[in-house]
């Protein structure tokens, strides 16, 4: 079992930078994968990033370029850093941990979210 909670979500105007973090309950070293997902009024959710235990990345072609994730093994923590921010990013935003088979979209484990407003 691994608790997650998400931070670091707000309003910000569009071009700007905003930093989220994900802190786990308990060690990340061993977690296969996390990743961040959001989720739009009115739509699916939906992959943004995730990162592997062996540091390995992945985007949404959307966010290439823009979006980076990392992961902290000394404090539990995956970050998302979000430069030259969209109105169209405009999301909640989900933190994500343990790839399997059997969990919704693919993850046993979700954080509550931390939503991100982006203002045109």
């Known amino acids: 079992q691994v608790q997650l909670v998400e931070s670091g979500g707000g309003l910000v105007q569009a071009g700007g930078s905003l930093r989220l973090s994900c802190a786990a309950s308990?060690?990340?070293?061993?977690?296969?994968?996390m990743g961040w997902y959001r989720q739009a009024p009115g739509k699916e959710r939906d992959l943004v990033a995730t990162i592997t235990n062996h540091g390995s990345t992945n985007y949404a072609d959307s966010v290439k370029g823009r979006f980076s994730i990392s992961r902290d093994t000394a404090k539990n923590t995956v970050n998302l850093q979000m430069n030259s921010l969209k109105p169209e990013d405009t999301a909640v935003y989900y933190c994500?941990?343990?790839?399997?088979?059997?969990?919704?979209?693919?993850?046993?484990?979700w954080g509550q979210g931390t939503r991100v407003t982006v203002s045109s």
């Open positions: 308990r060690s990340i070293f061993s977690i296969n994968a």
């Open positions: 994500a941990a343990e790839r399997s088979l059997s969990g919704p979209w693919g993850y046993d484990y």
